[in-house]
């Protein structure tokens, strides 16, 4: 683990630990808003939060729909691979959306591409 990706890390463990009383959907609206404001960084930290505490079969839309978006900030962010395991997870737990195969697709062709 290099030194980006340790305070990459050490920041979401700190965002987990501050943020562990909120539910999955009020830390999902606060990754959003993160979105919004293109804080990449933010964004991608609570939608792992999200992700990694919930656990709920219920949830499948709502895991999907977080993987999905962490998938895009990935990709704005440049990281392909990573945006591309994210659409591919959402797409699994979603299985009959088109929106994730499309999200899949546009990150191979960014990947061929050399984007």
Known sequence: MDERERREHDFVVAKMLAKAP???KELFKEAYAHDKKHEYDEAI???TLVLEITHDEKTKRL???CYCKRGDNFLWDGKYYLALGDYQNASSL??????YKNCINK???CIEDGV
């Open 22 to 24: 909120k539910n999955s």
């Open 45 to 47: 930290a609570d939608y």
């Open 63 to 65: 895991l999907a729909k």
């Open 94 to 99: 979603r299985p009959n959306s088109n929106k």
């Open 107 to 109: 990150v191979k062709k």
